[in-house]
């Protein structure tokens, strides 16, 4: 088979996945830029009509299709094609892959079905006891369920592959993709248990009462690690592929390897720091977590010296030179899929300190609930992320469609501003948390905002918003035209990134996942069981609310 | 480890270690020598039962020592219960929140006070007011249409 054949039998889901992310991508964008205008006392929302006016509609619009939906279509079909250029070679199961897609797609419609008709306004986290319409709930699982037959698929494909080479190391690319899969699998499982034994059956009038520590603490059990979830596609763009598209090497293998295993064991017994203010657990348990979200930390600092170091070895070959000037030799406005990605890693960096700041325990009490927190986010996933899938698809979509990128010029526009865009209403936000100004509050109408006070903070905040709504506007701009209209026929292939140093021998270790799996699920038994075991069985079980 | 990682990056990897080391030090240092904490398990009291167990059946303000005070504060969609407490300045006053129907949240900008109140689980927290003025509290935690009007105030009067 040709490089080309591999990928013909998957291109149409791996396709139509990316086209739904896109309009994900709008859909919870364009509800973006109002909540962010709301930040600076502008109103928008009530040009909209009913329903779609209410704040906190939209604000779950948003979370939900970015966070559950955008992030997940782009994944399942990313992580696919890693998988099949890795091994080269075509999923295992087409079935199993048409069925991942439509259930994810059904999951997706179930879901905002009752969202945008007003039945489900509890936000991406919802958090019980706020009572949804219960297909919203169903909807949600049945889009993690799609994950996870994604995962298997992935996993079928590599079996497969394992027969046919046995004393063949995995290609990175694709074992990188299996480790995602592997920490995701692990990490899905609070949501899940969530989601099947206590929101689904009460939503539906099968459970009288549910509880709601427990609930909040399955979903941060999932909450935290999806944003590496979210994050490591994004990593194996960094490490497995920009390293060619600079045309440098990866400087070193074994590292990456390493980096990818150590996020099973560390992504998950983490995410108490998301309730370090919360009553009902004690502080010795929070202690353990916020030591163990230190851990988490150190797979991302090593990335920042392997990956620049991949980058610097590039831009040294193409001819730079001096200590920094190399760094002018990227293509920062020639190739948007390059710049796309060395942007997003700009506020990559700035979101590690302040996740730092957000895990150390005391100082958390300062930014909780503020307006820090999304600030952090945005950078994270609105930035790092969501650029670097940016970056991506520059070369995806012209590799499933066969058809030329409509404008490399308009494309780097595009990362740039959003850059911009995303810095600007990122500082603006860490302001206002600094401020005391709350998250998710609809602030317009708050009668305590002081927009006199906070006034240029606020402002950047929209500003920024406005910016990326109009970067958003053109990355969808030149999607479509490409799509639809670009008549060259493209001239792309998978990057895929050498090693610097042939690896010669390498410990077994870090070709195997198991023993990996095996650790993180005596850590999560350490770090999450005893907790739930206790607020489950002892704290009270309360009824539900509709409060919107 | 293996042959081709570069003496740069393992370099790199102790500073990265060290620095993460001496960042939990500091973590533990601040929890256990400086004892600054945040919320911990102070005990459970069902929805249902708030109006009838001390001291939530009551809520509002009791002195229950030398410039210290108690104020007890029911959290509910959209008020806090009682919106507005008095003291004297320099007095120190220990919250006792609870929530009577969904997740709240307790916040006053400018101090460390900053707790989720969850139906089902008591939360305290305790705090010295040491400048005259209004303290506005306002719930930082998602609760319905209303939210964002959720808000109270603390007023400490000069002596």
Redesign the interface.
Same mark, same amino acid.
């Given at each position: 088979m040709n490089l080309a054949e591999i990928y013909r039998r998957d291109a149409w889901h791996m396709r139509w996945s990316l086209y739904i992310s896109f309009v994900m991508l709008a859909i919870g964008g364009f509800y973006g830029t109002l909540q962010a205008l709301d930040k600076m006392g502008v109103d928008l929302y009530r040009y909209l009509p009913d329903p779609l006016y209410?704040y906190?509609l939209g604000?779950t619009v948003h979370g939900v299709t970015l966070g559950w939906m955008f992030t997940v279509f782009f994944i399942i079909a990313f992580l696919n094609l890693v998988t099949i250029h890795g091994l080269r070679r075509p999923l295992a199961s087409p079935g199993l892959a048409k069925a991942t897609f439509g259930l994810a797609v059904l999951g997706a419609v179930a879901a905002l079905i009752p969202t945008f008709t007003n039945e489900a306004?509890v936000?991406w986290t919802f958090?019980a &006891?706020?009572q949804a319409h219960p297909a919203f709930y169903i909807g949600l699982t049945a889009i993690v369920v799609a994950t996870w037959t994604a995962g298997i698929n992935a996993y079928l494909t590599w079996r497969s592959w394992k027969r046919e080479h046995p004393n063949v190391r995995t290609p990175l690319m694709s074992f990188a993709a299996l480790t995602t899969w592997a920490m995701w699998a692990l990490a899905s499982v609070g949501v899940a248990a969530s989601m099947l034994f206590q929101l689904i059956p009460w939503s539906s009038g099968l459970l009288a009462q549910v %509880? &709601?520590?427990l609930n909040?603490s399955l979903f941060w059990f999932t909450g935290h690690p999806v944003v590496y979830f979210w994050l490591l596609p994004a990593y194996i763009s960094w490490y497995t592929m920009l390293p060619a598209q600079v045309g440098g090497r990866l400087?070193?293998?074994?590292?990456a390897r390493l980096v990818f295993l150590a996020f099973i064991p560390f992504s998950i017994p983490t995410g108490l720091h998301h309730?370090?203010?919360?009553? /009902? $657990?004690?502080?010795s348990t929070?202690?353990l977590h916020? $030591?163990l979200t230190?851990?988490v930390?150190?797979p991302s600092?090593?990335t920042a010296? =392997?990956v620049v170091?991949s980058v610097e070895e590039g831009a040294r070959r193409n001819g730079g030179t001096g200590r920094f000037r190399w760094i002018l030799r990227l293509p920062w406005l020639t190739n948007p899929a390059v710049s796309g990605q060395l942007l997003g890693m700009v506020l990559f960096a700035t979101g590690g300190i302040t996740g $730092?700041i957000n895990a150390?325990? /005391?100082m %958390?009490?300062?930014v909780?609930? =503020?307006m820090w927190i999304p600030g952090h986010l945005h950078t994270q996933v609105a930035g790092a992320v969501t650029l670097t899938w940016m970056a991506a698809s520059f070369w995806l979509i012209p590799l499933l469609t066969g058809k030329k990128l409509w404008s490399v010029r308009l494309s780097t526009l595009q990362v740039w501003t959003w850059f911009f865009g995303m810095a600007i209403m990122a500082r603006g936000m860490h302001w206002m948390g600094m401020? /005391?100004v709350?998250?998710?509050?609809?602030?317009t109408?708050? &009668?305590?905002a002081l927009f006199d006070e906070w006034r240029l903070a606020g402002w950047l905040v929209g500003a920024g918003g406005v910016l990326l709504f109009l970067s958003g506007a053109l990355f969808l701009y030149v999607i479509a035209m490409t799509v639809w209209f670009s008549r060259s026929p493209a001239q792309v292939e998978v990057p895929e990134a050498k090693?610097?140093?042939?690896?010669?021998?390498?410990?077994l270790v870090?070709d195997r996942i198991t023993p990996w799996v095996t650790v993180t699920v005596v850590l999560i038994a350490i770090a999450w069981l005893p907790s739930i075991y206790r607020i489950a069985t =002892?704290? &009270?079980?309360?009824q539900g609310?509709r409060?919107? | 480890m293996a042959t081709d990682i570069d003496r740069y990056e393992l370099t790199w990897i102790y500073i990265c270690v060290v620095a993460l080391l001496v960042l939990f030090g500091v973590l533990l240092y601040s929890a256990y020598a400086l004892g600054i904490h945040v919320e911990t398990d102070v005990g459970q009291i069902h929805p249902a039962q708030v109006a009838t167990t001390p001291p939530f059946d009551q809520p509002g303000l009791r002195m229950i020592g030398p410039d210290h005070y108690e104020a007890v504060i029911v959290a509910r969609a959209w008020v806090f219960d009682p919106p507005e407490i008095r003291v004297p300045v320099g007095s120190t006053v220990t919250f006792k929140l609870t929530s009577i129907d969904v997740i709240h949240g307790f916040k006053i900008p400018r101090t460390g006070i900053n707790r989720m109140i969850v139906p089902g689980q008591i939360s305290e927290v305790t705090h010295r007011f040491d400048e005259p003025g209004t303290y506005t509290f306002f719930c930082h935690e998602y609760c319905g249409s209303g939210h964002h009007i959720m808000n109270g105030g603390i007023v400490v009067e000069p002596r």
């Open positions: 209410r906190y604000l306004s936000l958090y &006891p706020l %509880n &709601p520590l909040r400087f070193s293998e074994s590292l309730m370090f203010p919360d009553p /009902g $657990i004690p502080h929070k202690l916020a $030591i230190f851990a930390v150190f600092l090593v010296f =392997t170091a $730092i150390s325990y /005391g %958390n009490l300062v909780h609930n =503020t401020a /005391g709350p998250r998710r509050v609809h602030l109408y708050a &009668p305590y090693p610097l140093h042939p690896v010669e021998r390498m410990p870090l =002892t704290h &009270p079980y309360v609310w409060l919107w | -």
